[in-house]
Antibody, heavy 118, light 107 residues
């Protein structure tokens, strides 16, 4: 059974760094073809893809945020991470991690709400 | 970035009806398209991948098709549990991009 669960700070202040963790089970990020991605959704709005990391440590970022994003993984502990530097109110959203196999995301976490506020 | 223009933004339909949601890609995405369903307060769920392949466990009343750069999601015999927002996503090229969403309301 594949499950993913996001965790994060809940609330942080502008200019701080947002650190998110995705803890998953039921698959391994060392398996050929496996990937984990991060997607966010402001309340009542659409979905925005942020970054992907693959089994071979290949990484891809959304160019609109690339300089602020860092994705990484800990294969031994079945975790993936996302850091977003210099946050502002526009980064307030629900953040999801999801498993990627062929490009689509077949399993999603429940999401974690992040609020940026002074 | 590849733009995904999704229509309609919202629609209302009755139980048992058939509805179609469309996504127009700004360039050829070679069937690298997924459809997701999202219910309020829940995470998106994969319905269709590779434009027309049904994800395991998804009812067969959901189907996907394509014609050129136009992709469609058809839902037959609408059920009450189909009330949700539907998104398309292309994953042919980075960054993967989503359509704006279609909110389906059941009358």
């Amino acid at each position: 059974q594949v499950t993913l669960k996001e965790s994060g700070p809940g609330i942080l202040q502008p200019s701080q760094t947002l650190s998110l963790t995705c803890t998953f089970s039921g698959f391994s990020l060392s398996t050929y073809g496996m990937g984990v991605g991060w997607i966010r959704q402001p309340s009542g709005k659409g979905l925005e893809w942020l970054a992907n990391i693959w089994w071979d440590d290949d990484k891809y970022y959304n160019p609109s945020l690339k300089n602020r994003l860092t994705i990484s993984k800990d294969t031994s502990n079945n975790q993936a991470f996302l850091k977003i530097t210099n946050v502002d109110t526009a980064d307030t959203a629900t953040y999801y991690c999801a498993r990627s196999l062929t490009g689509s995301s077949d399993y999603w976490g429940q999401g974690v709400m992040v609020t940026v506020s002074s | 970035d590849i733009q995904m223009t999704q229509s309609p933004a919202s629609l209302s339909a009755s139980l048992g009806e058939t509805v179609t949601i469309e996504c127009l890609a700004s360039e050829d995405i070679y069937s690298n398209l997924a459809w997701y369903q999202q219910k309020p307060g829940k995470s998106p769920q994969l319905l269709i991948y590779d434009a027309s392949s049904l994800q395991d466990g998804v009812p067969s009343r959901f189907s996907g098709s394509e014609s050129g750069t136009q992709y469609s999601l058809e839902i037959n015999s609408l059920q009450s549990e189909d009330a949700a927002t539907y998104f398309c996503q292309q994953h042919h090229d980075y960054p993967p991009t989503f359509g704006g969403g279609t909110k389906l309301e059941l009358k």
